[in-house]
């Protein structure tokens, strides 16, 4: 692998030095220096070490915010700036900075944090409501940079760092990272933000010049809006850069340092768990809400013979205590339909875990039916329209409605999760349906809650950020009584197709990232689409893409496919015989192995020369340990391509190990090599078939 500046990895940390007017954030690799003179603050230098140019202009406002409709940056007049060291359990070491306006209604801290081996800062920004009267914020900036990045000759990498455009950019909620990358120079700026779902927003270049990182505007579909009483704090989600230099290739920083910091800084959920899961079942496709007591059972039996890890009863399970009987959908009251499960969930939960799976179930998290107790009782919880009456943002023409995470449901629903997981032993909860935004209603007016009597927003503004930062308090909260639950937030809750960022991944294990339900050849090919169009940018791991089927034909592509991010299977096990069945579980004990010797299931990367999954094309992943150089998992893909075979190299691994190259569970040995020779030489992988996937383990000798 190239050794370019950016992959530095030093013993030492150096410590934040601060000098009257300015100050230094120094780890070794990365030098960001601010400017606080004369009551400005502003980055006046921020490069690499050993990199004679610097990345940022002098005069950069540094951040940027409105409050009560005035707008304020770094380079306006502030008083009583103050400087003082901090630290991050993680090994974290930085400063804040605080001031205040002029007029003195008004706090303002800037967090910056740097990290031991990453030439990564990132920055959060807090104002404090230090007034008589209420506050409004608006239109945050946390990162506001003048670069020296040629507008011209820079690309944007943009939609999770992957796709390439020119020019001025202003992302959306599928823009988590983004990447300029300067062809001249051969060297670029990643920019994190971990603003949740539909209220981010990053710019490039707006100016020609400048860039941002922080939330929505005014004028934007999904406002953002906060209210401050006198007293009260906002702090923002954090920002991340990261510099580079000396590669023509921008991906080398998401699939690097980037992932590294996500990884061990971010304080990702799936990074918290002691043990990941490997194999999921769900019961959603083919059988919908038909589900009962003798199927789950017979389901059960085959999805512990494949190896299964957790199974999950999706919609289907439940009623409302006055449920209509010409309805098919029961949401608000989450009481067991009896004539499905005339002796409950328990007896049956009980059952998946002595196969030795951990029990699941389909709630939604925001949606009750006028039929439930719950919204008969308190209409007060639930999200109003524009026209002031109640309504479902999920989908307008429902029978349903959608309750707000800014009233008292957050009580109510957290309670209900909390119940089934302390009498059934619920380990996984998959929590659909939207809260916020719908992926499937194209008008933005019916987005938000408009109410303003709600006890935790005032306007539908403020609703968009309340009903996020409300519902992720939920899920830390959740953890915090039942720490080995599982959280998938599906896609739907989140707001947007596909949908999946680092403020979800903080707090929720999972997000059910789509429905593929296509068989070969476009099914596999979805699945591991997606999950390149969002790796190593995001944590494989915490992709749960649902639908494909375990007894279809191309079944083995399918699972080989979803090695890539969490394995999840539906359809009908029960189909399978006993040969099928034991092959996958063969390939689990494998995988299971492989995680035991590499822990690959933190990781993914690119494979050089394999490019986005397409028609007619080979595609490629890797999950290499990059900690230890152990080695880890690969996966080659023939997509309908005339060529029978491709020559893989890897180049994340030690240079002068030794390693073998092993073919799936049979262990068969394919190739002996060094690192080096692995990354400059490489090994071939044939595939007869014109659609066909092969797994490898790629392990230090003697392993």
């Not at 960001?32 to 603050?41: A, P, T, V």
């Amino acid at each position: 692998m190239k050794r370019i500046l950016l992959f530095f990895y030093l013993m030492t940390f150096p410590l934040i030095i601060s000098y009257a007017q300015e100050v230094h954030l120094d780890n070794g690799i990365v030098k960001r220096s601010i400017d606080i003179s004369d009551g400005h603050i502003s980055t006046v230098a921020y490069r690499l070490e050993g990199c004679e140019k610097d990345f940022v202009r002098q005069g950069s406002p540094e951040f940027r915010f409105v409050a009560d409709d005035v707008a304020y940056t770094g380079k306006d007049a502030w008083t009583d700036i103050q400087k003082r060291d901090t630290a991050s359990a993680d090994g974290g070491r930085g400063v804040v900075l605080s001031f205040r306006n002029p007029g003195g209604d008004m706090a303002v801290e800037l967090a910056y944090m740097t990290y031991q081996s990453l030439p990564v800062v990132s920055k959060s920004l807090t104002v404090v409501n230090t007034g008589s009267d209420d506050m409004k914020i608006e239109a945050v900036d946390v990162e506001d940079i003048v670069t020296y990045l040629d507008p011209i000759e820079s690309w944007t990498l943009r939609q999770y760092g992957r796709y390439k455009t020119l020019g001025t950019y202003v992302g959306n909620w599928d823009d988590p990272l983004v990447v300029v990358h300067d062809n001249r120079d051969s060297r670029g700026i990643a920019i994190g933000n971990e603003a949740i779902g539909v209220l981010k927003r990053t710019s490039v270049f707006v100016d020609g010049r400048s860039m941002t990182a922080g939330v929505t505007r005014p004028e934007q579909d999904y406002p953002f809006r906060r209210w401050l009483g006198p007293g009260e704090r906002w702090t923002s989600p954090e920002v991340f850069t990261v510099l580079y230099s000396g590669t023509r290739d921008p991906y080398a920083v998401v699939n690097t340092a980037v992932a590294d910091y996500v990884r061990r800084h971010m304080g990702i959920r799936i990074e918290e768990l002691p043990q990941k899961p490997m194999f999921v079942y769900n019961t959603w496709h083919p059988f919908m809400r038909n589900i009962d007591e003798k199927m789950i059972y017979g389901l059960a039996d085959a999805a512990s013979e494949c190896g299964v890890e957790e199974f999950v009863i999706d919609d289907g399970w439940q009623l409302n205590v006055n449920s209509p009987l010409d309805r098919t959908e029961h949401m608000g009251d989450w009481v067991i339909d009896r004539k499905k499960f005339p002796n409950g969930l328990k007896p049956v939960f009980d059952y998946i875990k002595s196969l030795g799976m951990k029990p699941g179930l389909w709630i939604s998290l925001a949606t009750a039916d006028p039929s439930s107790i719950a919204y008969d009782e308190h209409p007060e919880w639930f999200v109003k329209g524009p026209d002031g009456h109640l309504t479902d943002l999920h989908n307008q023409e429902a029978f349903s409605r959608t309750a707000c995470m800014g009233t008292d449901w957050y009580d109510y629903i957290k309670g209900t999760i909390l119940r089934l997981h302390q009498e059934y032993g619920l380990a996984y909860v998959k929590l659909d349906l939207a809260i916020l935004a719908s992926a499937y209603v194209y008008s933005v007016e019916r987005a938000g809650c408009y109410a303003t009597d709600h006890p935790f927003h005032r306007d539908r503004e403020e609703s968009f950020d309340v009903i996020y930062e409300r519902c992720m308090k939920l899920f830390d909260e959740l953890h915090e009584q039942a720490p080995d639950l599982f959280i998938d937030c599906t896609f739907e809750t989140a707001g947007k197709f596909q949908l999946m960022d680092y403020g979800i991944a903080k707090h929720a294990e999972g997000d059910w990232l789509s429905n593929v339900v296509d068989p070969l050849p476009v099914g596999s090919l979805r699945i591991r689409n997606l999950a390149w169009g969002r790796t190593p940018a995001i944590p494989a791991t915490s992709l749960v893409i649902g639908n494909l089927s375990m007894e279809e034909n191309d079944r083995m592509l399918n699972f080989k496919s979803l090695t890539g991010t969490l394995p999840i299977m539906l359809g009908d096990p029960r189909k399978l015989t006993p040969e099928e069945r034991a092959e996958y579980k063969s390939w689990m004990t494998w995988l299971k192995g492989l995680e035991d010797r590499h822990g690959y299931m933190s990781f993914r990367q690119d494979v050089p020369g394999f490019g986005e999954p397409q028609e007619g094309c080979w595609d490629a992943f890797c999950r290499i340990n990059t900690d230890t150089f152990s080695g880890g998992l690969v996966g080659v893909f023939n997509q309908g391509s005339v060529e029978k075979s491709r020559l893989v190299t890897i180049p994340y691994l030690a240079p002068d190990a030794t390693y073998e190259v092993r073919q799936g569970f049979s262990g068969t040995i394919v190739a002996v090599m060094t690192g080096k020779e692995l990354a400059e030489k490489g090994f071939e992988v044939f595939l007869d078939e014109s659609y066909d996937g092969d797994l490898f383990e790629i392990t230090v000798s003697g392993n």
